[in-house]
């Protein structure tokens, strides 16, 4: 930034720092951070191509090589933060999009259920471990609550680029992700009242409006079957229905946020309603170039995170191992408990699709940090499990799918 | 959010503060404060475009309507600021691919002439009234600056929409833009140089730079003409020419502004080569959603820079006006001086163009105010011209282009 001559005391813009002339006054480091860390995460791309590994977890393994605990290219701020949120808010929604509301609903039973044992197993397990290691009843909950939240974000990705979205096992993973992520609220709201000391109704109150806010949705959805492009472009800002659409995905996915739902799940939902309008098809095409600039730094954001200096702890590394043996197997276990009634293959594809851990981890850990229930080295090993669990979907899945689809068209000609 | 639940001391994320669970860390209320700016634009755009008045500056008044001086429920943070900036060089990258490199170059002689007169004329007469006004001469060059610098976004957005992007008075505006942008960062080093006594050469050395880097560039786009659109398409990772344009795109947006000049010019050009090649047409079908939804950032952000408040220090009111009233003439009559040989409406038309004050002005006046050398006040009158000018142009360009598109249509049948 040339040599500091524009560097002003008074700072020009709310960040203050260096400006280009003629710029907006964003400081020129956090795009170039934003150049850097997209760049990388498509050169990781590349590579992993190449190598025929799933090209997700090279936008992963590109974000972690620039990070801060390898070359330490880019220290991820609010720019980026906000870049990977919308990122993953569009990726949520573009699947939604793909996605009929009748086919969601006929899988709604084995879904619940699906999420039901996908949660229980694995908070069962973390209690267990954690009373085992001599831990409190509360630390131990909160060891099974990390252990217990899903992130959608990966495998919905790896399932919409090899085109199964369409399919029985990719719809179930889909709903039991919206039901495992208001079971986890409710936890959430449950174990950390009891942590904490404050009142437990709270957490009922918040399930509840969950429940209804998702409800809701779908009814919007229901009611959306039909609906005329006009809808979308009435304003006469709106040549087309991007803008208004993009405004109800963003706009579900903050009152999800707000109602302590990931705003994933109000994106998803977003995409479930203009999918049964006019304006579905267009909008497919015209969100695609979004998804394309913004999802990646949703994955090398998560690729930034990995710390494998922690690792050279013992007691992390001990941590983080079992986080994500436990975490893998008894999320695929409880999947495949939940889905096998669909088929065996589509059972573990269900049990892949639900392994990658979600920052929720990170957040439950965070909770029990602050009420002085987990220790910091619980904190380091709930991130590597985060990061590892959503490195191993995609293999788990590249995997499981293809016979997952071949038992389907098993079952359909025989 | 949620009663401070998820509030935790130990923060998630680099920024800390509240995040929703599931969230990749960024705060919500910064994906609120996106939101509802987006929100604001288009409805301020709506109305204005009921009013029949131009859509921008329905923007412009959206960012103003919910910014820090009035309702207050957007406060721009770095996030913001990063979209704005980004929404700018999307919106450079999109008239760069409308427009021919021969035809902007078949205009460059007036191109340079025009840019000196509209740069001559506001230094002069803003020295001139700094010396009336009893102000030393560094601080009269630094007024003479800051009424300088042109912003050439809000003139492309109302060209663009006016679909006279191919006309030549748009071509010299774009050329003139260019210049103009090169001479003032070599005359904002050279008086910066001489107000804080610093080595005048860094100055040379920039300005040979930064028109090294616009010949390149243009060089390179005559390089590009007729490339194939596998030029783009190699990566695996790009099905179609967006990201990697969207890469090139970023990339000379970011030389630009680290050689001193405007991100925008370096995006601009990025477009520019892009046009010539193959993948020309599809990319300017790709990249309107991405413009659709960052650019409106960067006129409500300006928009939100407003504060009438400020007016009712008559000195800075006094002095806004100045700023504003000898701006506009100024740069109006330097424009048409330099234009007018393409004709008397397309010169007021280049005129008209060349009104928006750019963020440039803002900077100069932060560097005048860091070296002690102009009031606070004059910071304020600076913002407000820069707002005012930029509200300006789209009346005078409604007001002149049509006329200017007649006259150009009459010699050429005459």
């Given at each position: 930034?040339?040599?500091?001559?524009?560097?002003?005391?008074?700072?020009?813009g709310?960040?203050?720092?260096?400006?280009?002339?003629?710029?907006?006054?964003?400081?020129?480091?956090?795009?170039v951070?934003?150049?850097?860390?997209?760049?990388?995460?498509?050169?990781?791309e590349?590579?992993?191509?190449?190598?025929?590994?799933?090209?997700?977890?090279?936008?992963?393994?590109?974000?972690?090589?620039?990070?801060?605990?390898?070359?330490?290219?880019?220290?991820?701020?609010?720019?980026?933060?906000?870049?990977?949120?919308?990122?993953?808010?569009?990726?949520?929604?573009?699947?939604?999009?793909?996605?009929?509301?009748?086919?969601?609903?006929?899988?709604?039973?084995?879904?619940?259920?699906?999420?039901?044992?996908?949660?229980?197993?694995?908070?069962?397990?973390?209690?267990?471990?954690?009373?085992?290691?001599?831990?409190?009843?509360?630390?131990?909950?909160?060891?099974?609550?990390?252990?217990?939240?899903?992130?959608?974000?990966?495998?919905?990705?790896?399932?919409?680029?090899?085109?199964?979205?369409?399919?029985?096992?990719?719809?179930?993973?889909?709903?039991?992700?919206?039901?495992?992520?208001?079971?986890?609220?409710?936890?959430?709201?449950?174990?950390?009242?009891?942590?904490?000391?404050?009142?437990?109704?709270?957490?009922v109150?918040?399930?509840?409006?969950?429940?209804?806010?998702?409800?809701?949705?779908?009814?919007?959805a229901?009611?959306?079957?039909?609906?005329?492009?006009?809808?979308?472009?009435?304003?006469?800002?709106?040549?087309?229905?991007?803008?208004?659409?993009?405004?109800?995905?963003?706009?579900?996915a903050?009152?999800?946020?707000?109602?302590?739902?990931?705003?994933?799940?109000?994106?998803?939902?977003?995409?479930?309603?203009?999918?049964?309008?006019?304006?579905?098809?267009?909008?497919?095409?015209?969100?695609?170039?979004?998804?394309?600039?913004?999802t990646?730094?949703?994955?090398?954001?998560?690729?930034?995170?990995?710390?494998?200096?922690?690792?050279?702890?013992?007691?992390?590394?001990?941590?983080?191992?079992?986080?994500?043996?436990?975490?893998?197997?008894?999320?695929?276990?409880?999947?495949?408990?939940?889905?096998r009634?669909?088929?065996?293959?589509?059972?573990?594809?269900?049990?892949?699709?639900?392994?990658?851990?979600?920052?929720v981890?990170?957040?439950?850990?965070?909770?029990?940090?602050?009420?002085?229930?987990?220790?910091?080295?619980?904190f380091?090993?709930?991130?590597?499990?985060?990061?590892?669990?959503?490195?191993?979907?995609?293999?788990?899945?590249?995997?499981a799918?293809?016979?997952?689809?071949?038992?389907?068209?098993?079952?359909?000609?025989?």
């Open positions: 930034m040339i040599g500091g001559w524009f560097t002003t005391p008074a700072g020009v709310p960040t203050g720092g260096d400006v280009a002339p003629g710029s907006t006054g964003a400081p020129i480091e956090v795009i951070g934003v150049f850097v860390l997209l760049m990388a995460a498509k050169i990781g590349e590579v992993f191509r190449r190598l025929r590994q799933p090209a997700v977890v090279g936008e992963l393994v590109g974000g972690f090589v620039v990070g801060p605990s390898a070359l330490g290219l880019v220290v991820p701020g609010e720019a980026i933060l906000v870049f990977a949120e919308i990122g993953v808010v569009i990726l949520l929604f573009q699947v939604g999009l793909e996605v009929r509301l009748d086919d969601l609903l006929r899988v709604g039973r084995v879904a619940v259920v699906t999420a039901l044992a996908a949660m229980f197993l694995p908070i069962v397990t973390g209690v267990a471990v954690g009373l085992a290691m001599g831990e409190e009843v509360g630390a131990a909950a909160f060891i099974g609550l990390a252990l217990a939240a899903t992130s959608i974000g990966i495998t919905s990705r790896v399932l919409a680029e090899a085109g199964v979205l369409d399919r029985r096992f990719a719809r179930i993973v889909l709903a039991a992700a919206v039901v495992d992520d208001i079971l986890a609220l409710v936890a959430i709201g449950v174990v950390s009242a009891f942590a904490t000391g404050t009142e437990i109704d709270r957490a109150v918040l399930g509840i409006s969950a429940v209804g806010i998702v409800l809701l949705g779908l009814a919007a229901r009611r959306a079957r039909g609906l005329k492009r006009e809808v979308f472009t009435w304003p006469l800002f709106a040549d087309t229905p991007l803008v208004p659409s993009f405004l109800l995905m963003l706009g579900l903050l009152v999800s946020a707000v109602v302590g739902l990931a705003a994933l799940i109000g994106a998803f939902i977003a995409g479930l309603i203009v999918a049964e309008t006019e304006a579905s098809d267009e909008l497919e095409h015209e969100i695609r170039p979004l998804g394309l600039i913004f990646p730094f949703f994955f090398a954001l998560t690729g930034t995170a990995l710390d494998l200096g922690a690792l050279v702890e013992p007691s992390v590394l001990v941590l983080a191992v079992a986080l994500i043996v436990l975490g893998v197997a008894t999320k695929a276990l409880g999947g495949y408990l939940g889905a009634s669909t088929g065996h293959w589509a059972g573990i594809a269900v049990g892949a699709g639900m392994v990658p851990r979600g920052e981890g990170i957040v439950v850990a965070n909770l029990g940090l602050a009420a002085g229930l987990l220790s910091t080295e619980v380091g090993a709930v991130l590597l499990a985060v990061v590892a669990t959503t490195m191993a979907a995609p293999y788990l899945l590249a995997w799918v293809p016979r997952a689809v071949a038992e389907e068209a098993a079952a359909r000609s025989g």
